[in-house]
């Protein structure tokens, strides 16, 4: 029997079914207390977590009989890959197992973006009539929506949003523009300085990466289309937090949604405080019942399948 230690929250059938041929911890507070978890990682042969562990530095040197690392989403940036190759040790994400989840929030937040018009509840039932104010929302159908990264997540978001109609472009320097894909999916093929400047909404889906960090700069925030929407779910970091602010305040921007942040939890930001048309979340665009669900249960598998 091996040593499972899981150390973020996990579907609890999930964590059953790795019992009936493990040991497990599943301790979902695990990432808060760092002795507790290095002292569990000495004794663990696979290692479970979500974003907020860092396999890195002083945790990865503690993995010292550990085989696996398995990953309960996508991004790898919480992870010492490299580290944990030398170590011997395999790192196995949930590859598309959240796509879903995060196409169908960036499809929903740009139509909301756009339109502008859910927030007069409070107005509303208190009599007032706002009809004239909110007249002026604008349709997702026939805009151009940008898409910064075009993998599992990119791909399923223009999926989407072709079918409210909008046209989708996209960047990826993974793929040339005489790459299949293009044409399976009838999206359009430009340059990164193009999907900015002629999107009405762009939205990221690139790791985060020595390239990608710092990519929406306050410069090409400024190149975007005047009124335009901007939606990341890719990672803090990549966007410059304080310009992005500085645009929807400016009216540069005609809205933003942030499900991602530099600093996770978000420290009160006076940057982002009584911005106009600004949705922020944490960091929830890919966890939903149903993906939480496939996840759990697909690292599960993979993880049960390596210690066979
Ligand atoms: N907010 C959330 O809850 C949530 C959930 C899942 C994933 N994510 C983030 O979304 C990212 C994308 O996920 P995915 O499943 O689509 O990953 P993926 O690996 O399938 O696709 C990423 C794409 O980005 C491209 N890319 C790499 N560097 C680039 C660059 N400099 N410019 C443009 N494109 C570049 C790659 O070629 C690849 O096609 C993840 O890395 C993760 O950080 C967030």
Same mark, same amino acid.
């Given at each position: 029997?091996?040593?499972?230690?899981?150390?973020?929250?996990?579907?609890?059938?999930?964590?059953?079914?790795?019992?009936?041929?493990?040991?497990?911890?599943?301790?979902?507070?695990?990432?808060?207390?760092?002795?507790?978890?290095?002292?569990?990682?000495?004794?663990?042969?696979?290692?479970?977590?979500?974003?907020?562990?860092?396999?890195?530095?002083?945790?990865?040197?503690?993995?010292?009989?550990?085989?696996?690392?398995?990953?309960?989403?996508?991004?790898?940036?919480?992870?010492? =890959?490299?580290?944990?190759?030398? %170590? /011997?040790?395999? !790192?196995?994400? @949930?590859?598309? &197992?959240? *796509? #879903?989840?995060?196409?169908?929030?960036?499809?929903?937040?740009?139509?909301?973006?756009?339109?502008?018009?859910?927030?007069?509840?409070?107005?509303?039932?208190?009599?007032?009539?706002?009809?004239?104010?909110?007249?002026?929302?604008?349709?997702?159908?026939?805009?151009?929506?940008?898409?910064?990264?075009?993998?599992?997540?990119?791909?399923?978001?223009?999926?989407?949003?072709?079918?409210?109609?909008?046209?989708?472009?996209?960047?990826?320097?993974?793929?040339?523009?005489?790459?299949?894909?293009?044409?399976?999916?009838?999206?359009?093929?430009?340059?990164?300085?193009?999907?900015?400047?002629?999107?009405?909404?762009?939205?990221?889906?690139?790791?985060?990466?020595?390239?990608?960090?710092?990519?929406?700069?306050?410069?090409?925030?400024?190149?975007?289309?005047?009124?335009? =929407?901007?939606?990341?779910?890719? %990672? /803090?970091?990549? !966007?410059?937090? @304080?310009?992005? &602010?500085? *645009? #929807?305040?400016?009216?540069?921007?005609?809205?933003?949604?942030?499900?991602?942040?530099?600093?996770?939890?978000?420290?009160?930001?006076?940057?982002?405080?009584?911005?106009?048309?600004?949705?922020?979340?944490?960091?929830?665009?890919?966890?939903?019942?149903?993906?939480?669900?496939?996840?759990?249960?697909?690292?599960?598998?993979?993880?049960?399948?390596?210690?066979?």
């Amino acid at each position: 029997m091996a040593q499972v230690v899981i150390t973020e929250f996990m579907d609890e059938r999930a964590v059953a079914q790795l019992r009936t041929a493990h040991d497990v911890l599943y301790d979902a507070t695990l990432v808060d207390d760092a002795r507790r978890l290095h002292a569990e990682a000495r004794r663990a042969d696979a290692l479970i977590v979500r974003n907020r562990t860092q396999v890195r530095g002083e945790l990865l040197a503690a993995l010292g009989r550990c085989k696996l690392v398995g990953r309960l989403g996508v991004g790898l940036d919480n992870i010492d =890959v490299a580290g944990c190759e030398q %170590r /011997g040790i395999r !790192v196995i994400p @949930a590859t598309g &197992a959240n *796509a #879903l989840s995060v196409a169908e929030y960036v499809v929903a937040t740009a139509m909301l973006l756009l339109r502008g018009a859910y927030a007069s509840t409070d107005a509303v039932a208190s009599g007032a009539w706002p009809r004239q104010a909110l007249s002026s929302g604008r349709e997702a159908g026939g805009k151009i929506l940008g898409l910064v990264g075009f993998g599992s997540i990119g791909q399923l978001t223009a999926r989407l949003a072709r079918g409210i109609g909008m046209d989708v472009t996209a960047f990826d320097p993974m793929m040339d523009d005489d790459h299949p894909v293009w044409g399976q999916t009838l999206v359009r093929c430009a340059g990164l300085d193009e999907v900015i400047r002629m999107s009405d909404v762009v939205s990221l889906h690139v790791p985060l990466t020595e390239a990608t960090r710092g990519l929406f700069s306050a410069e090409r925030i400024g190149s975007m289309k005047r009124g335009a =929407v901007l939606i990341n779910t890719a %990672r /803090g970091g990549i !966007v410059d937090e @304080a310009a992005l &602010a500085a *645009a #929807l305040r400016s009216g540069h921007l005609g809205g933003a949604a942030v499900d991602v942040f530099g600093t996770e939890p978000l420290p009160a930001s006076p940057h982002f405080q009584g911005c106009p048309n600004l949705v922020l979340t944490p960091h929830v665009a890919g966890v939903t019942a149903e993906s939480n669900e496939r996840v759990s249960f697909l690292i599960a598998q993979q993880v049960l399948e390596a210690l066979r």
